[in-house]
């Protein structure tokens, strides 16, 4: 419980709300994202599925070009709804899985940019899974499956919506006042939230979503005031500066004295599921497992996410992932849940794998070339960013070194990535160039307390 305070509309005085301390304790957590999207479950290899609506309104784009090719240029995005029957969802059959994967808790989607709410939301009619689709209140059935296992339950929400004709129109203060302030309030009476998770916030300013005013609201006089935790998506500029816990996204590399949380799909580099991702671009149980390693040796959380299927079952491949994890958990959780970050300079228990990025032109190993077939080098294939890059040398087993050199190919200007399993590290001055070498993070026992350092 937090100490009573009255917190006033400005961050001044909201950023001193300390975090809930469960949240620092449970470190292991889940996003669950099941929408509209779900029934094309379509991206390019390592775009975000979800933005699917999105995507498809771009002239020419790899979307709207497979979409046209498959279900023809009349097909609307809303015609998918009626698809999207969720036959074979069992909120207990999700929570078992969750458990069973050691995780502590869960912020599933409950509005994504395109406005589709997994509530019955009233401001919101026929546009939510009650009403049409599943018929089926998403959230609220979850939530009480996850409480009745002991879980911490919370929601994912989007304070922009793409297309909503108020959002869109002359007055989009409008959308703020009878959209989305009343949707965020039903989701707080209706659920009362261990974690609101909100993103969209880049559009507009804190400012102009009223960010400050609500946060106040939640906590001084909300049913949750005591024990709910934040995100810093509260804004343009908050991320990382205002809110509760700060947010990286496909990222792991931060270090901070504040409560942070590195979020990250299963699959390479979609939170939605996309179909067309093969099995090799899912990142691997031991990659997943260091991730969380070092998410919390760097007194962090991790919250991964399962994109799930048109029909409401977790697919498999995710399955197997969580539940390997769970398994590490049941040997190692003492070790993660309950920690804090420490520096340790020896007695290492076990250590696993980070990188060191050098992002410039300047300081390189240039011992990989294109065309080379060395036996200690892995062409990994073109991304669009070095963290794309070299998040398929972490999945790939035994990937020591990672560089992203110039090329073109495929949908816009991408790089090709190499990989080397024999730790080669030569640094050397040329254009176009990112790499990265691996460090190591440890773990160490005290006679009270598990501590982690790097």
């Not at 067309?276 to 149980?285: C, F, R, S």
């Amino acid at each position: 419980m937090l100490a009573v305070c009255q917190y006033t509309p400005d961050w001044d005085s909201l950023d001193k709300r300390p975090i809930p301390e469960w949240f620092d304790d449970v470190k292991f957590g889940l996003m669950i994202l099941y929408g509209i999207y779900s029934v094309p479950a379509w991206a390019p290899v390592g775009s975000y599925e979800e933005w699917y609506w999105h995507s498809l309104n771009q002239k020419g784009s790899p979307t709207q070009v497979w979409h046209n090719a498959t279900y023809g240029p009349d097909f609307k995005y809303e015609d998918f709804v009626p698809m999207l029957k969720g036959e074979l969802f069992d909120p207990d059959e999700w929570a078992d899985i969750f458990f069973r994967a050691g995780l502590k808790y869960f912020v599933p989607l409950s509005k994504h940019h395109d406005g589709y709410t997994l509530w019955p939301s009233k401001t919101a009619w026929n546009w939510n899974s009650k009403d049409t689709g599943p018929h089926q209140d998403i959230i609220g059935e979850l939530t009480v499956a996850l409480r009745k296992r002991g879980l911490h339950a919370g929601v994912y929400f989007s304070l922009y919506d793409w297309y909503h004709p108020l959002y869109v129109g002359p007055t989009p203060e409008r959308y703020v006042s009878e959209v989305m302030t009343p949707q965020l309030m039903e989701l707080v009476h209706n659920y009362e939230p261990d974690i609101l998770w909100t993103d969209g916030d880049w559009d507009q300013t804190a400012e102009f979503w009223n960010s400050t005013y609500f946060l106040a609201w939640l906590y001084n006089n909300s049913p949750v005031k005591d024990n709910i935790v934040v995100n810093d998506r509260w804004g343009k500029g908050t991320r990382g500066v205002h809110g509760g816990f700060y947010t990286e996204e496909y990222s792991s590399h931060t270090v901070s004295n504040h409560k942070w949380e590195e979020n990250s799909g299963i699959d390479i580099h979609s939170y939605g599921l996309n179909r067309n991702t093969p099995a090799d671009k899912y990142l691997t149980t031991d990659y997943l497992i260091n991730l969380l390693v070092r998410s919390v040796a760097y007194g962090g959380n991790l919250c991964l996410n399962v994109g799930i299927s048109v029909d409401g079952k977790v697919p498999n491949i995710q399955v197997e992932r969580l539940l390997a994890i769970g398994t590490w958990l049941n040997v190692t959780g003492e070790a993660i849940y309950n920690t804090t970050k420490y520096k340790v300079p020896e007695e290492l228990i076990f250590t696993s794998n980070n990188f060191i990025v050098v992002p410039n032109a300047n300081n390189v190993f240039g011992a990989v070339q294109p065309k080379q077939n060395a036996s200690t080098i892995k062409y990994l294939g073109t991304f669009k960013s070095y963290k794309e890059c070299m998040q398929s040398c972490e999945a790939f087993t035994g990937c020591q070194t990672f560089t992203w050199v110039g090329g073109e190919a495929g949908d816009g200007y991408q790089m090709e990535c190499f990989g080397r399993t024999d730790n080669v590290w030569q640094p050397q001055t040329e254009a176009n160039h990112t790499s990265g070498h691996k460090q190591s993070i440890s773990v160490r026992y005290t006679a009270s307390k598990i501590e982690n350092g790097n």
